[in-house]
């Protein structure tokens, strides 16, 4: 037998069915009928070439179900695709026959079909990367999971982790296969099991929903994927269409699409069927062991001057609103940049940037966040432009677990007045999502760069600037609290915002003296506004002098170091050591003069005399010698 499978037979039966989305059982549609007439815009067909290929309509882009083998050409680079578990076939476990008997179905789809069951697996390559492919075609029973469709993904899964490549998977599916009953719903925890297996490797799984994808296989392996597609208009949801519509009414119709699944942070990226091939070889390329940084290389630093500003004076520059943002740098100092959307759970929060780039030749992740330039303040309830979700902090973690899945160093960026507060956003998990987004930044195990561009405001910037190496634009500023607010809070007057800055020390030369960032990267002249292409080009020569000198470190001695540094923050160590030991002679030395003074109090001829006490601290400042107590030797 030979190893290929071809993927278009002679005697293939036609596909030409109506989409799930209008009918709900599939397998009961009559497969022979020809498309003359696209079935949503009433277009001559017939003669097109890409309707013919691909089935999509080129008047409207509607997309048709297509079987898997079409598919599968339409993906995997010319003649490399080899099919495996070809001959694994279901049987009837409980003897399911109450209308049709389960066994007549299944020769009844093998023989209009041409396969041997619903889901079709093997190797091939895509965009010149060997991957596994995994692909579904729902005119096989619906696409429903039954044991054998289970067992072959769960093959394919281990077949990639195995292999130490990368899967991906192409889902259409109407859900579970009731003629196996409890058997099928197995096959949830088996294929769920096998892709947590695969991810743990190391390697990429990524999944392109069509329609439909309900049920048990969107419920278990499909959601497992590191990154999801959908195609246009496609049908998503747990719960198939009709069940919705009995509950919703015709709410169903417009929350059970792509499209919702997008704005609700559910999918990554909504690809037209013929941009497919091209996205999926731009990801798989984008993670490719060859373009990762194995040692370093050196990069000269430039040496250009810090000018010292006021405090105040660097607050309005990093809040200008001409001031250039995330996504101009992620645009002007990285390429290839594939953006990626989503927390998985609600929403996609506009304010939060994830997506897989290029820097100098090493593929990197970058999670950034994104200020608006309309200004500070926006829309009528007060919130500030910038401010990140419960939600954006769930899409910045999953960012992050991505990159350590794909082995790609994490560049941060850092460009908010903090975290937005409500009480919805309480009852959304904010601390929550605070707090497991610092801890995943603390034991990532890949080298972490964080960048401050602008506005570090709070747990904002706190959350994704915990990393191997801290930098910090020149005018950018960080602080635990807006200056106007301290002002208000400490001061009963927003009008000296001014003074509390000054005190806050939150510009990024006091940022170092503290040891709270590593480095200063020097804007232009007038600033970043000034020169924005400037502020771009010394940006990415400085990330990538840093990104090479963390290349090729080990993971452990990283997570190690990287703790130990945000451990060192605040710590009993030798600068607070220096204090608490002036402050102690300073309290012996008073201690002193006051036994004297007492014991001179009953002379007559005299009365007490009283030590200056910063005449004392003039004499500490002087002296070197170290105390004798228990807690200086302590």
């Not at 079935?39 to 409207?60: E, G």
């Not at 995330?326 to 929403?347: C, K, M, P, Q, S």
Request: charged share 25%; proline share 5%; glycine share 8%.
């Amino acid at each position: 037998m030979a190893d290929v499978t071809p993927l278009f037979p002679e005697n293939e039966p036609p596909e030409d069915q109506p989409s799930a989305g209008q009918v709900e059982e599939v397998a009961s549609l009559d497969l022979e009928k020809p498309v003359q007439n696209c079935l949503s815009c009433d277009a001559d067909v017939s003669d097109s070439t890409k309707f013919r290929r691909l089935r999509v309509c080129p008047i409207c882009g509607y997309h048709y179900t297509i079987s898997a083998r079409r598919r599968i050409a339409a993906i995997a680079d010319e003649g490399s695709f080899k099919e495996t578990s070809k001959w694994i076939q279901s049987l009837d476990p409980l003897e399911f026959s109450p209308r049709i008997s389960y066994r007549v179905r299944l020769l009844q789809d093998q023989t209009r079909t041409g396969l041997s069951e619903a889901a079709v697996t093997g190797t091939c390559i895509i965009g010149g990367t060997p991957v596994v492919i995994i692909v579904l075609d729902s005119s096989f029973l619906g696409g429903s999971m039954g044991v054998v469709v289970g067992e072959k993904v769960t093959l394919a899964l281990e077949l990639a982790a195995r292999k130490k490549v990368p899967c991906v998977a192409m889902v259409t599916s109407g859900g579970a296969r009731i003629q196996e009953g409890v058997l099928s719903l197995m096959q949830m925890a088996k294929t769920t099991l096998a892709a947590r297996a695969l991810k743990d490797k190391g390697q990429a799984f990524i999944v392109s929903l069509s329609n439909p994808s309900t049920g048990q296989v969107l419920g278990s392996f499909a959601s497992m994927a590191d990154i999801i597609f959908a195609e246009p208009g496609s049908h998503i949801g747990f719960a198939p269409l009709g069940d919705l519509r009995k509950l919703e009414g015709k709410r169903a119709d417009t929350e059970h699409t792509a499209e919702t699944y997008l704005e609700r942070g559910h999918v990554d990226a909504i690809v037209e069927r013929d941009r497919l091939k091209h996205e999926l070889a731009s990801v798989l390329d984008l993670i490719s062991p060859e373009f990762r940084l194995t040692s370093s290389r050196s990069i000269n630093s430039e040496n250009v001057a810090i000018r010292p500003r006021e405090a105040w004076e660097m607050v309005k520059l990093a809040r200008r609103p001409d001031r250039p943002r995330a996504r101009f740098y992620i645009e002007n100092v990285f390429a290839n940049f594939f953006e990626l959307h989503g927390d998985r759970v609600y929403t996609d929060d506009p304010s939060i940037i994830i997506g897989l780039a290029r820097l100098g030749g090493q593929s990197v992740m970058i999670v950034a966040q994104q200020k608006s330039a309309s200004g500070i303040v926006v829309g009528p309830n007060g919130i500030r432009a910038g401010e990140i979700t419960p939600g954006g902090f769930r899409k910045a973690r999953r960012g992050v677990i991505l990159a350590e899945t794909f082995k790609l160093p994490l560049v941060t960026i850092v460009d908010s007045p903090g975290p937005r507060l409500g009480i919805d956003m309480e009852q959304r998990g904010l601390a929550s999502a605070i707090s497991r987004m610092i801890d995943q930044m603390g034991r990532v195990k890949i080298p972490t760069l964080s960048i401050l561009i602008g506005e570090g405001g709070s747990e904002a910037a706190l959350a994704f600037g915990l990393a191997d190496r801290v930098l910090m634009l020149e005018n950018a500023i960080y602080t635990p609290i807006a200056p106007e607010l301290g002002a208000q809070s400490e001061m009963s007057d927003r009008g000296k915002a001014s003074e509390i800055a000054r005190a806050l020390k939150l510009t990024s030369v006091d940022c170092i003296e503290m040891e709270i960032v590593d480095d200063i990267i020097p804007e232009p002249e007038q600033g970043a506004h000034g020169s924005p292409e400037e502020a771009a080009r010394l940006l990415k020569r400085a990330l990538m002098r840093e990104l090479s000198n963390l290349a090729g470190q080990n993971t452990k001695t990283l997570v190690r170091r990287r703790q130990k540094k945000f451990r060192k923050v605040g710590e009993y160590g030798n600068r607070f050591r220096t204090a608490l030991r002036r402050e102690t002679k300073a309290w012996q030395v008073g201690l002193a003069a006051g036994v004297r003074a007492f014991r001179q109090a009953g002379d007559a001829d005299s009365g007490p005399q009283f030590v200056d006490d910063d005449e004392i601290l003039e004499d500490l400042d002087e002296s070197d010698e170290p105390v004798d107590s228990e807690l200086d030797a302590t």
